[in-house]
């Protein structure tokens, strides 16, 4: 929500948050309304969501894997 005054010197903007800190109950129930959501899901599009996550991960391994082998270059020529 968007708070604007003006103090004389020209309008200043004060963005309030509202809800942005939940009980922990409030957080369970979250957690499982989206669980919930989740379940329902049809396969095929569980299916078409996962290849993304797939292709992410695949992509961060690589990389992470070529970090790891060019520091260990690194370190052993020194």
Known sequence: MLEVTNN???KE????MENSVYA???VLE???QAGEK???L???RCILLGMPAGIFDAHN???VTKF???REKKISKR
Request: hydrophobic share 30%; no cysteine.
């Open 30 to 32: 979250r957690i499982m």
């Open 61 to 63: 391994s690589d990389y």
């Open 24 to 26: 922990p109950s409030q």
């Open 42 to 44: 049809p396969v095929v």
């Open 38 to 40: 989740r379940i329902l």
């Open 68 to 70: 790891i082998s060019h």
């Open 13 to 16: 903007k004060h963005y309030i």
């Open 8 to 10: 004389g010197n020209g």
